[in-house]
Nanobody, 122 residues
């Protein structure tokens, strides 16, 4: 119904930057909250940042001031600009979208991307 395609992550040196993107496609009627989560080895998946359709954002304390989430509603795409990366940012990053679909315009469901690996290491 809704497919999420994330950009490739990669290997980045500490202090470096990386931008992730996630494009939603399919039988979309409306998209509400878009966000990024991450899961490091041996840890639970955690919220990184979210952005609602009006543009308000929320961030995990660990990334405030370093990461910026944004969205392009015309392209159904959410971005995560990551600056001043640290080794502890190493994780699989997952895109999440809350959306309704054409054949069920009242039920909001959460959709997940497959995840992309981000490794911060020298």
């Amino acid at each position: 119904q809704v497919r999420l395609v994330e950009s490739e992550g990669g290997l980045v040196q500490p202090g470096g930057s990386l931008r992730l993107s996630c494009a939603a496609s399919g039988s979309i009627f409306s998209i509400y909250t878009m966000g990024w989560y991450r899961q490091a080895p041996g840890k639970q998946r955690e919220l990184v940042a979210t952005i609602i359709s009006g543009g308000s954002t929320d961030y995990a304390d660990s990334v405030k001031g370093r990461f910026t989430i944004s969205r392009d509603n015309a392209k159904n795409t959410v971005y995560l600009q990551m600056n001043s990366l640290k080794p502890e940012d190493t994780a699989v990053y997952y895109c999440n979208v809350q959306a309704t679909v054409l054949h069920d315009r009242t039920t909001r469901r959460n959709y997940w991307g497959r995840g992309t690996q981000v490794t911060v290491s020298s």
